[in-house]
């Protein structure tokens, strides 16, 4: 596989693991001591690098930050999920209540 | 270079603190437990008057309260005859950045202004995010959000990235967190690396900011309806929206408004486990943030919180997430009004009450929050429904937080459950005096406004747990 190198100024997300579960704290339930505490930020390539390397950004702020490489121009891609059909059912029984249904019109 | 492990930050965490509030909070510090609530509260120097000023000029407060006509219809087909109070709400969706947190943020961004700061950090994953983030933008700060964002496979809560979008949409720097308290860490390291502003949520300014909304919802009821509201129904997490709500009622008017407070009820889910953090479709607002907030305030990112709900709350009630699903879409087709699922939580517990109280009563919801991509109740649904939720209908009270998602099948199911008020005022009392033998006057004074209790309950109380009386 060839890399493309993601050139410098480049707006990128980078990964880094904070804390190891063994220097995670105390009282913390059973599933959550298991895996680390990880970071993500955004900031801009400090210099040109491959995905998965360890680089160094400037964040919005400033501020740098260290960590691996995982994304470049990342995107937002939450939206409004699959359709959910009882939300229908919920306006049938609202409206007839309120309105009366189409059998009483 | 300081050391930067974990324990050394917190051990710095005072000093931190002290310099990035800008308040020294020892001098509020009072007997072994107490402290002086009211002069913490004074002290931040900022009048009703002048928050209100504050706010208007930064695209905060003035919103609209409307009555939710087809709502309260709704309601009276499920009451008694001669029931179902008229149900209004502030539609604080119109606020800046889209929720009631603006206020807050409105008085955090413009003191951190005043004093001299560069910029304003907060750790949040919910819309204060955005509110803080959008009221920087205004002042010209440089903003920082800390989320708890990510479970450990990566996958992040559509709620919380959509919050990140629209803090990240107004300029601000978002950190995202796996899950796991640890975050104060981090928001630590930030505070004391950029010496920003700490718009910490349980600030005098943060709880001081909503006063404004308590004082709203009372005038604009004695405008529309020539008296004051019965009943104001507020969602209850931190405790500084009921703090801030009703000192600003109090403000307003001498008359008896009950105010009542109202969570998603999430018993059983950890919130710091990272199995759980995905099985849950609110983020805020729940039981899990609600109940420890109220007994214990001060576990907050400040030595001391403004936000002490159980000084103003008469009465807590619990509603299912099925139920807060299913009024958030009779509000989009009966009202006409699309909102997010999380700002129609006192939506669903108001629709419940209403039921209880004659026809001539006005009960009034307290918030609306935008919606859109991801913090949507289809967003959230179908996110419930990939992560193994049992979404279906059926009757709310069988609802298995973390297994299952019950929509009402019948509007006269839809209820509230009380919380019991004395249990949490133990509670409060045990984690006051914890790892403390004995208490003076001023302690117990101190336990009974912050109680509402009697000085006999607060008293009989110590004496069971074994806990001694001192002279002052």
Known sequence: ?105 | MPDMSYQALIGRKNEIMKKSVGIDYSQYERGNIAFDYEKLLSDSGYSLDEIMRIQHQSGVGNTPLKELRNITALARKAAKPGFGARIFVKDESLNDSGSFKARRASISCYHAKKSGYTGVIAATSGNYGAAVASQAAKYGLKCIIVQECFDSRGIGQPEIIEKARACEAYGAEVIQLSVGPELFYTFLRLLEETGYFNASLYSPFSVKGIETLGYEIVKDSLRLNGREPDAVVITNAGGGNLTGTARGMLQATDKKIETIAASVNLKGLHMASDHDFNRKSFTTGHTGFGIPFVTLPDRSDVPRSAARPLRYMDRYVTVNQGEVFFMTEALTVLEGIERGPAGNISLAAAFAIAREMPEDKIIVVQETEYTGAGKHHQAQLDFARQNGIDVRFGDPKDEIPGESIILPARIEDIRVEDIDLDGLRDSFIRNAVKNHTSVNDTDIDYLCEETRATREFVTSFLEQSGIKREED
């Open chain 1, 1 to 105: 596989m060839i890399l493309m190198k993601i050139e410098k100024n480049t707006w990128v997300q980078i990964h880094k693991i904070l804390l190891n579960p063994a220097e995670r704290t105390a009282n913390l339930p059973e599933d959550t001591k298991k895996v680390p505490l990880e970071m993500w930020v955004k900031g801009y390539l400090l210099s040109s690098a491959n995905i998965g390397d360890i680089v160094i950004i400037r964040t919005r702020t400033g501020r740098i930050e260290e960590g691996t490489l995982v994304a470049v121009n990342p995107s937002y891609m939450h939206n409004f999920g699959h359709f959910v059909p009882e939300l229908l059912k919920i306006d049938d029984i609202v409206k007839s209540a309120v309105f009366g249904s189409e059998k009483d019109a």
